[in-house]
Each structure stands twice: as C-alpha cells, then as structure tokens.
C-alpha cells in the first residue's frame, strides 16, 4: 500500500515539474510577442506618420465606359500620335551623327 502512495505522489510531481516547463515557456513566448507588438506599433506609427506627411493622393479617374465613343476615339489617337512622336524623337536621338538625315 505504501508504493501506490509513492507511486502516485511521484507522477503528481512529474505533472507538477511538466506544467511548469510548459508555463516557462508560454511566459518566454508572451514576453517574446509583447516585444513585436511594440516594435510592429512603432513601425506603423512611423508609416502613419510617412502618410500623413505625404498627403491624401488624389482619387483615380473613373472608367469612361459610358462615355462619347467619338471622343474617346480622338482623344485615343492624339494620345497614340503623341506617343509615337515622342518615340521618332528618342530613335533620332540616339542615331549615330553619320545615319541622321540632313534635314534634322
């Protein structure tokens, strides 16, 4: 009779000395996330700040889906020709003196 008691009081003792190795180490974990918590804080309070610096950004335009087909088609082409005189202008920049034409 004597060995159950002993029996019992030493898996109470191992159980006891398991849970307070589980406790440590949900304590060292808390500790670890309370840390980030304060680091992630700081770092969204400085974006906050960038932001507010920087300002509200203007809303993008809306789809034109609706609109006039014979006005978007023009503004389509200017924008297109604008487009590729631009790029006549790079491709004759960049041409070597002796292949530019002469009226350039």
Do not use: C, N
């Not at 191992?14 to 589980?22: C, F, G, K, Q, V």
């Not at 789809?63 to 004759?92: H, M, N, V, Y």
């Amino acid at each position: 009779m004597w060995w159950w008691i002993l029996i019992w009081a030493l898996l109470v003792l191992i159980a006891l000395a398991y849970l307070a190795t589980r406790a440590w180490g949900v304590w060292g974990q808390l500790k670890e996330l309370t840390a980030e918590v304060s680091r992630s804080s700081e770092t969204v309070a400085a974006l906050q700040a960038q932001t507010d610096r920087l300002g509200e950004r203007p809303p993008p335009p809306q789809p034109d889906i609706f609109g006039d087909p014979r006005r978007l088609r023009r503004e389509r082409d200017d924008t297109r020709a604008s487009l590729k005189q631009q790029r006549r202008a790079r491709l004759a920049a960049r041409r070597p003196s002796w292949a530019r034409h002469l009226d350039s």
